[in-house]
């Protein structure tokens, strides 16, 4: 089983539209988890953590589920410039991060 | 807002030759990293530093690679001999400290192999 995994997608939604993404990772120890974004051959950036009580941030909402081991990413209404690929990232007791192979967003008009 | 530079942006090199690639992380940031991005791959863990030594390395980080950080804000990564499979995008990141705070990455050297 993969340490972490993601669908690829594409998800191709419409402006406006919400879509969510879930991300599920094997190590049950994992303590930190995050989502990045990654535009075409850039460098990741930090979308945001994710905490187990979950958390908000405008329009973006991410939640962890310990129990079922997996991570989400609610992104409401979206918009074109949201279009990125999204890496669910997931961290154990050490400092090196586990990247999934992400997913790919594209919203159009 | 403070940024992880690296250069050069694009590295072209032929098979066999060394090549450094160079960062400067955030100032106060005290763990430093490099990843590989092969294209359409996911990102992959090469090693970590902190303390002017390597604390973890990937099986990915053999005897070609290795670290340094020559002076208080450099911080680099020699690949010995080149080979075609190196080529990829190589990201820098650094952290302030603690398994929870965010690593914020460089925009990345893209290494070809020739």
């Known amino acids: 089983r993969k340490e972490v995994e993601q669908d690829p997608g594409p998800f191709n939604v419409p402006e406006g539209a919400t879509v969510a993404f879930n991300c599920t990772y094997s190590n049950s120890a994992s303590q930190s988890f995050f989502w990045y974004r990654q535009d075409c051959r850039k460098e990741p950036k930090l979308l945001m953590s994710?905490?187990?009580s979950g958390n908000e941030d405008g329009r973006f909402t991410a939640q962890l589920n310990r129990a079922s081991q997996y991570i989400s990413l609610l992104i409401r209404d979206s918009k074109l410039s949201d279009s990125a690929t999204y890496l669910c990232v997931v961290r154990g007791g050490s400092y090196i991060p586990t990247f999934g192979r992400g997913t790919s967003l594209i919203v159009h008009p | 807002e403070p940024e992880v530079t690296q250069t050069p942006s694009h590295q072209v090199t032929q098979m066999g030759q060394e090549v450094i690639l160079r960062c400067v992380p955030i100032?106060?940031?005290?763990?430093f990293y490099w990843y590989r991005q092969i294209l359409g791959q996911k990102v992959e863990f090469l090693v970590s530093f902190y303390n002017n030594e390597i604390s973890e390395k990937s099986e990915i980080f053999d005897d070609q690679f290795s670290v340094e950080r020559p002076d208080g804000s450099n911080f680099t990564l020699k690949i010995r001999s080149t080979k075609l499979e190196d080529s990829a995008m190589y990201f820098c990141?650094?952290?302030?400290?603690?398994?929870?705070?965010?690593?914020?990455f460089g925009p990345g050297t893209r290494l070809t192999v020739l």
């Open positions: 100032s106060n940031h005290l763990y």
């Open positions: 994710v905490y187990s």
């Open positions: 990141a650094s952290q302030l400290a603690g398994v929870t705070d965010t690593q914020y």
